[in-house]
């Protein structure tokens, strides 16, 4: 396993892949994500997120899922003190809000925030998150009361690091700016939607947001940021016949970015996933990806991308591609 520094040097070491717990506890079963997450260990996986939220979609689920599974788990095994454990507020859904999600979301306002780490500790069963992240946009809430909020979790020692998902780069501009003019502690981790493919231009963006040109350019300048990839397989498109490309990056754009991916995955004996994870990881600006498994076998296969080595050839021809 491969380590590096969340939050530039002063955040915590972290493993190099970070295992996406979205599916635990719903559509993956307790077995299966137990088995998974010792797996994760056993190679040196230190980095696990989840959120308050996973997965209320599903059919009979509630959010809780996700966050109790990871609980049991870490009790089960004694893991807390050697588990980086990051979770997520913002994109639950509350009934007092309306029926309609997105429309209910419990947002970033004082309270819903104040309540939202208080259940995400009791579902885990500790009484400390490393990373806590405001996971969608809240316009509703002025700025300030946000990053205010966050802030004192962390001075009240129940987060360790803050981080943002799912804002556009000026939003996450702006509450650094805040933070350190109050001298707050400030967000130090951005995690989007990012993978080798570039997205279609024009479609609407909804609640996800893409790492952009602007957003790496803004973490290349700011090298106390971190930046995660979420969905960076695309849920399997890049290696399943069954999984077609998901609508954003089906463009002619697309073509020739896929076929110099499969001639550099056929160069260096990987396969198209493994050659992805690698471009992300050893990029100018390194991404952590979080990569979402559902089998032991999945996970492995990710974790094999470690050992791939990307020349500087095949970089710049998966690059200018």
Known sequence: MHYRSLGGDQGPRVSAVCLGA???GTTVDERTAFAILDRFAEAGGTFVDTANNYAFWVPGATGDESELLLGRWLRSRGAAGRTVLATKVGARPDPARGPQWPANTEGLGRSAIRAAIEGSLRRLGTD????YYAHVEDRGVPLEETVETLA???QDGRVGTLGVSNHPTW???EARHLAAGRGLPGFRAVQQRHTYLRPRQGL???LQREADEELLDYAAAHPGLTLLGYSTLMHG?????DKPLPERYDHPGS????RVLAEVAAECGATENQVVLSWLMGGLVPVVPVIGVSSVGQLDECLAALDVDLDPYQRARLDTA
């Open 171 to 173: 939003r996450l501009a």
């Open 204 to 206: 609407p963006y909804g």
């Open 152 to 154: 004192g979790l962390v």
């Open 255 to 258: 073509v020739a970015r896929l």
């Open 22 to 24: 979205l599916p635990f």
């Open 237 to 241: 498109a890049y290696t399943r016949e």
């Open 128 to 131: 400390r998150v490393d990373l």
